[in-house]
């Protein structure tokens, strides 16, 4: 079984619709990250948390919402799905020691119609 | 603020060539470089780090050196195979922060 876990893996949706996706970590670490990755553009920093009662925005964190409901979980919403919305979401872990490694779930490929 | 730039893809090369990626990067004081790979259909893993000027990191036969005077961590591979087609991302670790700063990615096309 993948030390991180994502769900959905796909998922088409209408503009307007509300998406969850949810991340699930066996590595017991205390940080997590959501990332959105666009073609040419690298991956992006949407929100981490360092523990469960932290959360901060990362780079471009507007249009979306996250819920880090214990140390293995932590999901993100959008509220309302646009199109420009579409994309492949990862979500990350690493420990406290933060070497740099970050471990990776396989994606979420979100696509707004 | 920190910023990492790679060339742009796809590098398509044959079978045994000689690989080169490059990767610059803009930040302050003394980060920590990386290189992650991401197979198709698969979350990025970490291929390679360096932590100081001069360090040279090296995993599965790619190796990429730590160059503070050129502000640079090209990555190398003597003879590339066609399981190394993947995209490959640049990255760095200000010091001063918690976060990782991803280049734009470089996808590698290697034909038999």
């Known amino acids: 079984d993948a030390d991180v876990t994502q769900t959905p893996r796909n998922r088409i949706t209408k503009t307007g619709k509300r998406i969850m996706l949810e991340c699930s970590q066996t590595k017991g670490h205390d940080r997590m990250y959501w990332y959105r990755q666009d073609p040419g553009l690298g991956l992006r920093l949407i929100y981490y948390?360092?523990?469960?009662?932290?959360?901060n925005k990362g780079e471009i964190s507007d249009g979306y919402s996250v819920s880090r409901q214990a140390q293995a979980k932590f999901s993100l919403s959008l509220e309302s799905a646009i199109p420009n919305q579409t994309a492949l979401y990862f979500c990350a872990t690493t420990g406290t020691t933060n070497t740099g490694e970050l471990f990776f779930g396989e994606g979420s490929r979100l696509t707004v119609l | 603020g920190d910023s990492v730039t790679q060339m742009e893809g796809p590098v398509t090369l044959s079978e045994e060539a000689f690989l080169t990626i490059n990767c610059t990067y803009t930040?302050?004081?003394?980060?920590?470089l990386f290189w992650y790979v991401q197979y198709p259909g698969e979350g990025l893993q970490l291929l390679l780090k360096a932590t100081k000027a001069d360090d040279k990191g090296s995993n599965k036969g790619f190796e990429a050196t730590y160059r503070k005077e050129t502000t640079s961590f090209h990555l190398e591979k003597g003879s590339v195979q066609v399981s190394d087609s993947a995209v490959y991302f640049c990255a760095l670790r200000n010091n001063a922060g918690n976060m990782l700063t991803f280049g734009g990615g470089t996808r590698l096309m290697v034909k038999p």
């Open positions: 930040a302050t004081g003394y980060p920590s």
């Open positions: 948390s360092f523990d469960v009662k932290d959360i």
